[in-house]
């Protein structure tokens, strides 16, 4: 059974800083490796926006213009975990964040679409 749980979401004051974590268990073929892992996040109202990837055996990373320079995404890969480090927080951030998986990366960064995805965790910028 595929898990992808997200943690590490909360409230914050705008500037301020938080690091997502997502843990992935039971991933098939080759497991964690073998993935592409993103952020997404969907604000209420809003569609859902592509956030960051990151391609664990190589290391590349790619992420929205929107969030370039104030996130960064990260893995450890013995524990099967992406990270979102974000700085430099802004009310607009606010959202719902999904930690997701695909074996195809441009599924996961130009469709917006993904093979897994975590049940989501609150991030909330006050002004």
């Known amino acids: 059974q595929v898990q992808l749980v997200e943690s590490g979401g909360g409230l914050v004051q705008a500037g301020g800083s938080l690091r997502l974590s997502c843990a992935a268990s039971?991933?098939?073929?080759?497991?964690?490796?073998?993935?592409?892992m993103g952020w997404f996040r969907q604000a209420p109202g809003k569609d859902r926006e592509f956030v960051a990837v990151?391609?664990?055996?190589?290391?590349?990373?790619n992420s929205a213009d929107s969030v370039k320079g104030r996130f960064t995404i990260s893995t450890a890969n013995a524990k099967n975990t992406v990270y979102l480090q974000m700085n430099s927080l802004k009310p607009e951030d606010t959202a719902v964040y999904y930690c997701?998986?695909?074996?195809?990366?441009?599924?996961?960064?130009?469709?917006?679409?993904?093979?897994?995805r975590g049940q989501g965790t609150q991030v909330t910028v006050s002004s």
């Open positions: 997701a998986a695909a074996r195809d990366r441009l599924k996961l960064v130009v469709r917006g679409e993904y093979d897994y």
């Open positions: 039971g991933l098939p073929f080759s497991g964690f490796s073998s993935y592409h």
């Open positions: 990151i391609s664990p055996n190589s290391g590349s990373t």
